[in-house]
């Protein structure tokens, strides 16, 4: 063999004795914020599998056999576990799995409200969860996970700071669906909303939203990629306002808090 080449094998087999495998982990997650969390903390060796197609309702939205069999296969099944994914049934399924971890463990819920990751206080708490179950699994990589979990934390406390800073002149805002009570709550701000309980608006609810906004001076309705569109529309047009489009399921969770952010800040 070429002496050169030899160099190389050498230094491969010292770099295998210094860097010992990973075993890649799969791990199934129901809604895309927590893919975010779940990568941050595993790392390049986690293969993450989202169950919530883009563009359905969480609260809504029944895996289908396929994806409950690829969960009972994962080594880790992450839910926000708030609420939010009553509807599946791979909650029942899994109840009593090892590798169901509810990433809301902890977390002071607002009423029943169940969206929980839309605060980036909420999310930190979700990463400890998250960090503790990868140390359950695979204890050998302690550190590692460790170390993630604390630099996304500070990502998470950073743009928070930053965010209250950037928030404190918004009083209110005007949604169609509430999903943003605890985004709302971190930063002092009221949240008025369109659909309550999960229904569709009554015309004197809209009525009664217009004249609300109207008196508040309110120019801006908030909406979401996955709701009807047309009673923000409707509302907008009413009080010559626009509709602003935010999403509180994208999977670039801490890019997209910053966005809806500066949006709301308008
Ligand atoms: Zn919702």
Same mark, same amino acid.
């Given at each position: 063999?070429?002496?050169?080449?030899?160099?190389?094998?050498?230094?491969?087999?010292?770099?295998?004795?210094?860097?010992?495998?990973?075993?890649?982990?799969?791990?199934?997650?129901?809604?895309?914020?927590?893919?975010?969390?779940?990568?941050?903390?595993?790392?390049?060796?986690?293969?993450?599998?989202?169950?919530?197609?883009?563009?359905?309702?969480?609260?809504?939205?029944?895996?289908?056999?396929?994806?409950?069999?690829?969960?009972?296969?994962?080594?880790?099944?992450?839910?926000?576990?708030?609420?939010?994914?009553?509807?599946?049934?791979?909650?029942?399924?899994?109840?009593?799995?090892?590798?169901?971890?509810?990433?809301?463990?902890?977390?002071?819920?607002?009423?029943?409200?169940?969206?929980?990751?839309?605060?980036?206080?909420?999310?930190?708490?979700?990463?400890?969860?998250?960090?503790?179950?990868?140390?359950?699994?695979?204890?050998?990589?302690?550190?590692?996970?460790?170390?993630?979990?604390?630099?996304?934390?500070?990502?998470?406390?950073?743009?928070? =700071? %930053? $965010?209250?800073?950037?928030?404190? +002149?918004? !009083?209110?805002?005007?949604?169609?669906?509430? *999903?943003? @009570? /605890?985004?709302?709550?971190?930063?002092?701000?009221?949240?008025?909303?369109?659909?309550?309980?999960?229904?569709?608006?009554?015309?004197?609810?809209?009525?009664?939203?217009?004249?609300?906004?109207?008196?508040?001076?309110?120019?801006?309705?908030?909406?979401?990629?996955?709701?009807?569109?047309?009673? =923000? %529309? $409707?509302?907008?047009?009413?009080? +010559?306002? !626009?509709?602003?489009?935010?999403?509180?399921? *994208?999977? @670039? /969770?801490?890019?997209?808090?910053?966005?809806?952010?500066?949006?709301?800040?308008?």
């Amino acid at each position: 063999m070429h002496s050169e080449c030899m160099k190389y094998l050498v230094l491969l087999i010292a770099l295998l004795f210094i860097y010992p495998a990973v075993d890649s982990k799969d791990v199934v997650v129901t809604l895309p914020p927590l893919a975010e969390f779940v990568r941050a903390v595993g790392g390049s060796s986690v293969n993450v599998t989202i169950l919530l197609p883009p563009g359905a309702s969480p609260h809504t939205y029944e895996p289908t056999p396929g994806q409950l069999s690829k969960a009972s296969d994962a080594d880790m099944l992450v839910v926000v576990g708030s609420g939010i994914e009553t509807e599946m049934q791979l909650l029942k399924a899994f109840k009593n799995s090892k590798a169901l971890v509810n990433a809301s463990e902890g977390i002071d819920l607002i009423g029943n409200d169940p969206h929980t990751w839309l605060s980036l206080r909420n999310a930190a708490i979700m990463v400890d969860n998250i960090c503790k179950a990868f140390v359950e699994i695979d204890p050998q990589n302690r550190t590692r996970y460790e170390q993630n979990r604390d630099s996304y934390k500070k990502e998470l406390a950073s743009l928070d =700071a %930053e $965010l209250s800073e950037e928030l404190s +002149g918004v !009083k209110q805002i005007l949604v169609f669906h509430g *999903a943003w @009570e /605890y985004f709302c709550r971190d930063y002092g701000i009221e949240q008025l909303t369109i659909k309550e309980g999960g229904k569709e608006p009554t015309p004197a609810r809209i009525e009664e939203v217009i004249e609300i906004a109207k008196r508040e001076g309110i120019k801006i309705v908030f909406t979401e990629p996955q709701e009807d569109i047309r009673y =923000a %529309e $409707l509302i907008a047009r009413e009080i +010559g306002g !626009k509709v602003v489009v935010i999403d509180p399921l *994208a999977e @670039e /969770y801490i890019e997209n808090m910053r966005n809806v952010a500066e949006v709301i800040k308008g």
